[in-house]
């Protein structure tokens, strides 16, 4: 507790009560704190310094495995906004990774569109990230019945589905497939004819983020980029419940996390399972000021 500004809140206190992003700099830093105690200055002596090292101590259980909007706090509203623009727009994947993916994402659109012309003349899709292989969190290990189980009441029955994963055992998707019309990346490898397959996952989450419903896993960061994509296309399109951050995005493992992204939550431990609204909520605010400031 503090004397001054009273008792350190848990992030629970935030859940469904976002802080306006140019509210004043104590009331943001509460909503941020998720349950630390300590803070890092940044002050002369580390802005003079050649090097920062993060350290990574296995003896302390110590790694930076965190957002990087959970993890530095700008006194300065408009220059945290301008930060994660800063990030939204440049540190993203290349040019000729999101060429391809367009590419893919308009072919999945036609085939979408060319199954229901009628009553799906925009071609909207749905897609799936179910992480397989060697994923540590058992939990998120279940079978496709259950996926479907879990995932029905939000998706179409014969809605056109694409499914990035790492398992390559195609019939276990078949529970999907009955009542999908399911694709993966292997059905438009025509389209990326030279392309290294090493930026293949890249590509998965850049066609996942442009669907209209998302199912993601738990715990990956790989479906957290995903939903951070969707929070920046929900945000720019002002897309039902944008003004919270809210995406139309789920979990189909472990069951209780399947409404994660339906209520705002500001960053909170541990801050690797997902990704949170505070990168992406009204992230084009403060633009204008910025402008004025340089006049």
């Known amino acids: ?162 499914i990035g994963t790492d398992e390559r055992n195609k019939p276990f998707f078949k529970p999907l497939a009955d009542h999908y019309d399911v694709c993966y990346l292997d059905d438009f490898m025509h389209l990326i004819k030279g392309l290294n397959s090493n930026y293949y996952g890249m590509l998965d989450q850049l066609i996942a983020s442009r669907s209209r419903a998302f199912y993601g896993t738990w715990f990956s960061s790989f479906s957290g980029y995903i939903n951070r994509m969707r929070g920046y296309y929900s945000t720019k399109n002002k897309l039902d419940g944008y003004e919270d951050g809210i995406v139309k995005s789920w979990y189909f493992a472990p069951a209780e996390k399947k409404y994660e992204m339906q209520k705002y939550w500001p960053s909170r431990l541990p801050f690797y399972m997902r990704e949170f609204p505070p990168s992406w909520r009204n992230i084009d605010k403060g633009i204008n000021e910025l402008n004025q400031d340089i006049e």
């Open 1 to 162: 507790k503090n004397e001054k500004y009273g008792p350190l809140p848990q992030p629970a206190d935030y859940e469904g009560k976002p802080v306006n992003v140019d509210a004043p700099a104590v009331d943001r830093m509460k909503e941020a704190l998720a349950s630390r105690t300590e803070l890092c200055i940044y002050d002369e002596e580390m802005q003079n310094a050649p090097l920062v090292h993060f350290m990574c101590t296995p003896k302390e259980k110590a790694r930076l495995l965190v957002h990087f909007y959970s993890f530095i706090f700008f006194q300065d509203w408009k220059q945290d906004m301008w930060t994660k623009r800063f990030v939204r727009d440049h540190i993203r994947y290349r040019d000729e990774l999101m060429c391809a993916a367009a590419r893919i994402v308009d072919a999945v659109r036609n085939r979408a569109k060319a199954k229901n012309p009628e009553s799906n003349p925009q071609g909207v899709f749905d897609a799936f990230h179910i992480r397989r292989g060697d994923f540590q969190y058992k939990k998120t290990r279940v079978d496709a019945d259950v996926i479907y189980e879990i995932s029905k009441n939000e998706l179409e029955e014969g809605a056109t589905v694409y």
